[in-house]
């Protein structure tokens, strides 16, 4: 006869045997099928991408211009970009003035606070090339302009640059941009800033000016009498010309003097009659010398640009090169410095 305390053991050995069949169930429970996901989750997912992709590509247009073309004919101090001749307007027989297209993009980049930086130095100017013979020649513009109006589909501001040209018979530059027709490309290279000056850096500035020399002080007089915290400087030209019908932007030059006549004032000189509103003359010792009266050393400035005929007669020839040479003709003979005159 069994021992009863076997028997109690065997039937708890058996039981513990049958445990593992007995967590079968749990086993086939965890292996159920995931439950589906609701209808359309996928097209949620998907049009929320797009949404955000559109949200994205309309912060780019809002906030950049990459998504816009690349912009061109852009103001390169560093290299030569081709600008597209818009506009030629004959101001007298042989002189032109010559309107390119400039662009600058929608939002400023680098470039664009290095051409402004220069530019607002002082007098600029702009190399312009010959790409038939590949050589060059600085003018300086009369004018420059850019609209704050953007065209949307291309991203950028459009304004433009303007150059007085007159024709030379062995002027290979002259003739080149008289040869060019609107719509034509030319390439320049620039700012290129030519003479620092900053507001209220002269009390007054004398300019002798002779034919296309008038750019460099027209721009010069332009930018003095708009800027209100230059409004204590005075200006005084005396611009020489052939004769009254070679006289470049005459009305304008003598509007601004009406307009400003407490500072600026202009004083044309011809070569030759006959002379309704001009003087007939050359600029000589006595004519510099009443022009330049009341000069005051290290307080004002004789600026002096034209054919080289005039420079040599009146401050000497400029040297080729960032150098200006001594003070030579009539401007040395009444005692004016290096330091009182810059030739342009």
């Not at 797009?50 to 390169?76: C, Q, S, W």
């Not at 050589?135 to 850019?146: E, I, K, N």
Request: glycine share 10%.
């Amino acid at each position: 006869m069994a021992a009863p305390g076997l028997s109690i053991q065997s039937r708890r050995l058996s039981t513990e045997s049958t445990g593992g069949a007995e967590a079968k169930p749990e086993a086939v429970a965890s292996e159920e099928k995931p439950k589906e996901r609701p209808p359309g989750t996928y097209m949620i997912w998907a049009m929320e991408a797009i949404g955000a992709t559109m949200a994205f590509l309309y912060y780019l247009h809002l906030h950049t211009d990459l998504l816009k073309p690349e912009v061109k004919e852009r103001l390169n101090p560093e290299k030569y970009t081709p600008f597209t001749l818009v506009e030629k307007e004959p101001l007298t027989p042989d002189t032109v003035r010559f309107r390119f297209r400039v662009n600058r993009p929608r939002f400023d980049g680098e470039l664009e606070k290095l051409v402004d930086g220069i530019i607002a130095q002082g007098a600029w100017s702009m190399d312009i090339k010959d790409h038939m013979v590949q050589t060059y020649r600085t003018y300086t513009p009369v004018g420059f302009s850019m609209s704050d109006v953007v065209d949307e589909e291309l991203g950028s501001r459009q304004g433009h640059l303007d150059f007085v040209v007159k024709r030379y018979p062995r002027g290979s530059l002259s003739r080149f941009l008289h040869d060019t027709k609107v719509g034509d490309q030319v390439e320049m290279r620039g700012p290129v800033l030519v003479w620092p000056y900053h507001a209220a850096k002269f009390r007054h500035l004398f300019m002798i000016a002779g034919g296309t020399g008038v750019a460099p002080m027209y721009q010069l007089i332009d930018r003095i009498l708009k800027d209100p915290e230059d409004s204590g400087t005075r200006i005084s030209l005396l611009y020489g010309s052939q004769t009254e019908s070679d006289i470049i932007y005459r009305e304008m030059l003598d509007e601004l003097a009406k307009a400003n006549g407490d500072r600026f004032s202009v004083t044309h000189l011809v070569d030759r009659g006959p002379a309704a509103a001009a003087k007939v003359g050359v600029p000589d010792m006595d004519t510099i010398r009443g022009f330049t009266g009341g000069f005051a050393r290290g307080k004002d400035v004789v600026l002096v640009c034209g054919p080289d005929a005039m420079l040599a007669a009146v401050s000497g020839i400029k040297p080729i090169g960032s150098g200006q040479g001594p003070v030579q003709g009539v401007l040395r003979e009444l005692g004016f410095k290096s330091a009182d005159v810059f030739k342009f």
